[in-house]
């Protein structure tokens, strides 16, 4: 069985592009956390960023309705391709192919479905299950890096960092 399900928070916009024959295709970089504590009793918090690639309606949904910070559900499948680079040595990317994106960040306390369209839902029908694991900031509950509450406190990898973000 190939499935990967992922709850995080964007790295930066969705980027939406178009193949010849129109099929829209939009990746997302999304950071994932946990945290442990090592042999020696310190909390280590541990980011992982994933490259998700989204296809059709759900990518529109996504460019349209997402930004740096959304808070989201990816439900999906791995894939790995392989290119050629400019010197003719063979490349790899492992990727997530969503089959479902839905959107968590509350807004007037509605969400959005990207893989079901946009439609209003009641809070209490899906975000329930995640209340408890999202404590609001400041809660004994402490979100990682990667759920900070504002995308300006996220922790980007070296090679996602804005130009003007120190090392």
Known sequence: MNKVMLIGRLGR?????YTTTGTSIANLRIATDEGYTDRDGNKVDRTEWHTVVVFQRQAEN???????????FVEGSLQTRKWQDQQGQDRYITEVKASRVQFLDRRGGTETDAGEGIRNKQPH??????DHAFPPKGSDKEL??????TASEMDYPPWDRPPDMPF
């Open 144 to 149: 990682g890096k990667a759920f900070a509450q």
């Open 62 to 72: 996504c460019a349209t309705y997402l930004r740096k910070g959304s808070l989201v």
């Open 13 to 17: 916009d969705p980027e939406l592009r």
């Open 125 to 130: 029908e899906t975000l329930s299950d995640f």
